[in-house]
């Protein structure tokens, strides 16, 4: 009797990846290791499994009500990572005194939040996480932004497709600073609006004032929100900022690096973590249609709040849900990677050997060769060739005869001989 409660469905906001989806999976995760590699990242990787301690974050934030969390059976109490950035602060807080700054670390890690389901948005995720720590120059921010515009292009997404918007969590800070707001309040402020747009303003000043605000410094913050330009920003916090100078001096940088067309600053981009210090960024596909593509920026405390010395460090993470849907909207799938792989089939039991000794030859030739376990019509054989493989070798009677089967490209029709007994 087979079980009512088993379903075929994954569970709700998990994922299944069939051949096909892996095609796209691997489309995406092909670009960002080529990118991550090209700017000199080097791989890394930790545990999916961490301890609920190190994820558990007091500031309100929405990832810390997502986490899946349990008690294994010696009633240690575990989570399932929502993110890879307390992981990575832990890995390197283990070897601080070891490692010679800064490091550049990249990994595609699989993600679980609880989260309301929305387009976008699963209960699992790979994201993309390309971090520089032990670097306090904004060099280091334009070089994590020029990568992630290197992986988009490797995507094929074209450049004006997309925008990635850029703030300072610091010039906020200046502005609270002189507002006379107190420093250990400030996280709760930036979470409270960075709900700008989710929720009603009404409910945003009532975060506020549940942060300690009084109503004249949120009447400030509001205006502060409303600001469009650096230099509107100036007027606010003087030409001295040191956070406005940081602003500038990416920009500039983005210059050098040709992605200055895609950069715009934002004071409204905030970020829903808490540990972030300085350059927040989120990037978008051009016509606001879907979620943020990837998001991230400076957390220079995030060490010392789990133990570590200081340490400052800048980072992304980009996740694959979005950008699947992105690209399939901007037509950048259309150019998916064919597949390079050879069939190999035969019409009756008398090739079976022909066939074999042919795909041992050209596999260990470095070849990538599917071959046929039984006889096959060539109708079928061929149906089956066309949507799996780039090239196909049929052998019947006379090619065993004749010692020569042809290789067929399935793109261009174009038939080359191919010897079978060498
Ligand atoms: P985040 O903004 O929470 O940042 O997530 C980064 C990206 O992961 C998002 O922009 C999105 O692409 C993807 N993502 C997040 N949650 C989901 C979900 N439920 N379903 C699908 N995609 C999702 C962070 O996690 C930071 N730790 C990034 C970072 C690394 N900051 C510094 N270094």
């Not at 590699?37 to 007091?58: H, I, M, Q």
């Not at 913050?221 to 600001?227: G, M, N, Q, R």
């Not at 469009?228 to 500038?248: H, M, N, Y």
């Not at 570590?308 to 699947?324: E, H, K, R, S, Y």
Request: charged residues 25%.
């Amino acid at each position: 009797m087979s079980d009512p409660t088993i379903s075929f469905e994954p569970p709700r906001g998990m994922r299944d990846f069939y051949p096909e989806d892996m095609a796209w999976r691997n489309r995406v995760f092909d670009a960002w290791r080529a990118a991550s590699l090209r700017t000199g990242f080097a791989p890394y990787d930790a545990c999916v499994v961490e301890s609920l301690a190190l994820l558990e974050r007091k500031a309100g934030e929405e990832v810390s009500d997502q986490i899946y969390a349990f008690e294994d059976k010696s009633g240690r109490k575990l989570a399932l990572r929502p993110e890879m950035t307390p992981t990575l602060a832990r890995m390197v807080a283990a070897r601080q005194g070891q490692l010679q700054f800064p490091i550049k670390w990249f990994t595609t890690a699989q993600c679980f939040r609880y989260e309301r389901m929305t387009r976008g948005r699963k209960r699992e995720h790979y994201q993309w996480n390309l971090d520089i720590v032990g670097e306090e120059a904004i060099s280091a921010e334009a070089e994590i932004l020029a990568t992630a515009a290197d992986a988009l292009s490797a995507m094929g997404l074209p450049n004006n497709a997309y925008r990635i918007r850029v703030n300072n969590r610091a010039l906020l800070a200046e502005v609270l600073a002189k507002l006379g707001v107190a420093d250990h309040q400030h996280a709760a402020i930036f979470l409270a609006l960075d709900k700008r747009g989710k929720i009603s303003d009404a409910e945003i000043s009532s975060l506020l004032t549940t942060a300690g605000l009084d109503n004249a410094t949120i009447a400030k913050a509001f205006e502060i929100l409303a600001v469009t330009s650096l230099d509107q920003v100036a007027d606010i916090v003087g030409s001295d900022s040191t956070a406005l100078a940081d602003l500038k001096e990416l920009f500039h940088l983005a210059s050098l690096y040709g992605i200055a067309d895609r950069l715009l600053f934002d004071i409204g981009v905030i970020r829903g973590l808490a540990y972030y210090t300085g350059i927040v960024f989120e990037a978008f596909d051009t016509a606001g249609k879907f979620r943020a593509i990837f998001g991230g920026g400076r957390y220079d405390s995030l060490l010392t709040t789990i133990g570590g010395n200081p340490t400052p460090a800048v980072g992304l993470g980009f996740g694959d849900v979005v950008i699947m849907e992105v690209l399939k909207e901007y037509g950048a799938a259309e150019n998916i990677i064919a597949s390079d792989t050879t069939i190999i089939g035969y019409m009756s039991p008398e090739q079976r050997d022909a066939a074999t000794t042919l795909a041992t030859r050209l596999r260990r030739e470095g070849r990538n060769v599917n071959l046929a376990l039984t006889p096959q019509k060539p109708k079928a054989f061929f149906a089956r060739a066309s949507a799996s493989a780039a090239s196909a070798v049929y052998i019947g009677p006379d090619d065993v005869s004749s010692g020569v089967a042809r290789l067929k490209d399935l793109q261009t029709r174009v038939e080359t001989e191919i010897p079978l007994n060498t």
